[in-house]
C-alpha cells in the first residue's frame, strides 16, 4: 500500500504541474518580436517603443529580433513558419502586409491565412527630405531642380515595393520627373546614404527622420499625409503645395503566425491596445512623428485588406515593377 501510494504521489504532482502549465497566464516566459528590417529604420523604432511598455507589463522580456533581407519576406516568413503560441510576433508593416502580395507574384507564405492580425500600432506619415547640400527649398524648387537634370538625380528608399518606394514613384509620375530609385535593405540603411550624400532624395516615415530634420542634417521639404504632422508642424504638405489630393502614408502593427489560437490574440491585441493608450508611450511615438492607433484584430485584418486593394490597383495602374 505504502509502495502504492509512493508512486501515485508523483503523478499527482506531475497532473498539478501540467494543469497549471495550461493555466498559466500568458505570456509565461519571453516573447520575441520580429522587425522584418535593419535596426534604425521606423518599423524597427516604433517596434522597441511598444516592446518595451509590454516587457513591463508583462514582467516577461520581450526581445526584438531583426531578419531583414527581400523587402521584409525573410522576416515575414520565419515568423508565419514559427509555433503559432503567441511567443513570436511580427511588426509588419504596409510593404509587408499590403504591398508585396500584390506587388510580388509568388512569396515564400499564403499572405492571405500566414499571419493572424493583432493590432495596428501606428499610422506612419512620410517626409520627402533631401540632402541639404541640394540647392532646393521647396518642393516645387526640388521638382524644378529634376526637371533640368533627369537621370542626373537619385533617391534611396528602404526596399523595391515599399510605401517608400511607391509614394516616390506616384511623386515621379504626377510631376514628370526622371529620378533614378537605389533601394536599400531598410530604412536606416537608405537614410544612412542620404546623410553622406550619396542619393539626394528619400521618401522616409517621419518616426525614421525627424531627429535628422530637426538636427538640420536633413531638409524635409512637405509630408505626404493628408494634413500637417505634429513631430514637423512647419513642413507643408504635398497636397497644400504642388500636388492637391497626394496621400501616401505606412504603418506599423503586430501579427501572429496564422493559426495562433483565438484567445491568444485577443489578449495580445487588449495588451497592445492599452500599452497605446498610455501617455508616455502615445507622447513619444507622437514627438517622432507616429500617430499611435491601436486597433481590434478585426480592424487591423480590414485595413490589411483595403490597402492591399489600393495598392494592387496603383501598382497596375502605374506599371509599377521592382527594379
Not at 508583462?58 to 514559427?82: H, M, T
Request: hydrophobic content about 45%; some cysteine.
Amino acid at each position: 500500500m505504502k509502495a502504492a501510494l509512493g508512486f501515485i504521489a508523483p503523478l499527482a504532482l506531475l497532473a498539478c504541474a501540467a494543469v497549471n502549465a495550461q493555466t498559466a497566464p500568458f505570456p509565461a516566459r519571453p516573447v520575441t518580436i520580429v522587425v522584418p528590417f535593419p535596426p534604425g529604420g521606423g518599423t524597427d523604432t516604433g517596434a522597441r517603443i511598444v516592446a518595451q511598455k509590454l516587457s513591463v507589463k508583462w514582467g516577461q522580456p520581450v526581445l526584438v529580433e531583426n531578419r531583414g533581407g527581400a523587402a521584409g519576406q525573410v522576416g515575414a516568413d520565419y515568423v508565419a513558419k514559427a509555433k503559432p503560441d503567441g511567443y513570436t510576433l511580427l511588426v509588419g508593416n504596409i510593404g509587408t502586409q499590403s504591398i508585396n502580395p500584390a506587388l510580388y507574384k509568388k512569396l515564400p507564405y499564403d499572405p492571405d491565412t500566414a499571419f493572424a492580425p493583432i493590432s495596428l500600432l501606428a499610422e506612419l506619415p512620410l517626409a520627402m527630405m533631401i540632402n541639404p547640400q541640394v540647392a532646393a527649398k521647396t518642393p516645387q524648387e526640388f521638382i524644378a531642380l529634376a526637371k533640368s537634370r533627369p537621370g542626373k538625380l537619385s533617391y534611396s528608399s528602404s526596399g523595391a515595393g515599399g510605401a517608400p518606394h511607391l509614394a516616390a514613384e506616384m511623386f515621379k509620375e504626377a510631376t514628370g520627373t526622371y529620378i533614378l530609385h537605389v533601394p536599400y535593405r531598410g530604412g536606416g540603411p537608405a537614410v544612412s546614404d542620404l546623410l553622406a550624400g550619396h542619393v539626394q532624395l528619400s521618401f522616409m516615415t517621419v518616426l525614421e527622420a525627424s531627429g535628422h530634420i530637426k538636427a538640420g542634417k536633413l531638409r524635409a521639404l512637405a509630408v505626404t499625409s493628408g494634413k500637417r504632422v505634429g513631430a514637423l508642424p512647419e513642413v507643408p504638405t504635398l497636397g497644400e503645395t504642388v500636388l492637391p489630393g497626394f496621400n501616401s502614408i505606412s504603418w506599423i502593427g503586430l501579427l501572429a503566425p496564422g493559426t495562433t489560437p483565438r484567445e491568444v490574440v485577443e489578449k495580445l491585441s487588449a495588451d497592445v491596445r492599452e500599452v497605446l493608450a498610455e501617455g508616455d508611450v502615445k507622447g513619444r511615438l507622437t514627438d517622432l512623428g507616429a500617430v499611435p492607433a491601436g486597433s481590434t484584430p478585426a480592424q487591423f485584418a480590414q485595413m490589411i485588406d483595403s490597402d492591399r486593394k489600393r495598392y494592387a490597383r496603383i501598382i497596375h495602374e502605374r506599371g509599377i515593377t521592382l527594379d
